[in-house]
């Protein structure tokens, strides 16, 4: 089972990214997946999730109305878009999926089951 995060960079503010998280060895039809977090010296935050159908998004409040979640389970990938990008968005941010469950997911990271590597996002002029 593995999560790979991808698309980060250094962007200025108001910039724009699209991060991906790849899925592979395992069928991630089935999994919710959550988007993370984490800033130097801060703790891991939640900042967004899906469940497995789509159905149902999630988003922190400090990205609603900025970021936006979507999947392509036939693709095996999960999608955040990164729109008007803040100097506090800057963190090393990580996707992680949990298994199925019979509730709606959460931006706890407790409930996720599998990490992938996380992918750096600047944002600074």
């Known amino acids: 089972v593995q999560l790979q995060a991808s698309g980060g960079g250094l962007v200025q503010p108001g910039g724009s990214l699209r991060l991906s998280c790849a899925a592979s060895?395992?069928?991630?039809?089935?999994?919710?997946v959550g988007w993370f977090r984490q800033a130097p010296g801060k703790g891991r935050e939640g900042v967004s999730c899906?469940?497995?159908?789509?159905?149902?998004?999630n988003y922190a409040d400090s990205v609603k109305g900025r970021f936006t979640i979507s999947r392509d389970n036939a693709k095996k990938m999960v999608y955040l878009q990164l729109n008007d990008l803040k100097a506090e968005d800057t963190a090393v941010y990580y996707c992680a999926a949990e298994l199925p469950a019979f509730r709606e997911p959460s931006l706890l990271s407790d409930e996720y089951d599998f990490w992938g590597q996380g992918t750096q996002v600047t944002v600074s002029s």
């Open positions: 899906i469940s497995a159908d789509s159905s149902f998004t």
């Open positions: 060895g395992f069928t991630l039809d089935y999994y919710a």
